[in-house]
């Protein structure tokens, strides 16, 4: 939301959130494997992860409030999208996931 529909830094990089919650990436997690996905599970710290989901839910409805109607039928600039894969935000081989956000 924050990319996409407001131009602004995303949750994850306005507090030290990945150090909080033990993880060494910033990409939204689509795409990973079965490994990967063990390896998070067994290394993230769950108090932290509750924490970070609490701010972006603040965020996000902070975003949201601020839209007008109209505003939710708008295409999204390809530069946020291109922001998206320069920021780690989405996986390389997550491309179908920015093509989605797009529309």
Do not use: C
């Not at 993880?23 to 494997?33: A, E, L, R, V």
């Not at 902070?62 to 839209?67: A, G, R």
């Not at 320069?86 to 081989?93: G, I, L, P």
């Amino acid at each position: 939301m924050n990319i996409l529909v407001s131009d602004k830094q995303q949750v994850l990089q306005t507090t030290n959130w990945l150090e909080k919650m033990n993880i060494p990436f910033t990409h939204s997690g689509n795409d990973m494997n079965e490994e990967e996905v063990s390896v998070l599970s067994s290394k993230i710290d769950f108090n932290s992860l509750l924490e970070y989901r609490e701010a972006v839910g603040k965020q996000t409805q902070e975003v949201i409030s601020l839209l007008s109607p109209g505003q939710f039928r708008m295409k999204i600039e390809q530069n946020r999208i291109k922001q998206l894969f320069d920021e780690n935000t989405v996986m390389k081989n997550s491309k179908w996931l920015a093509e989605y956000w797009s529309k």
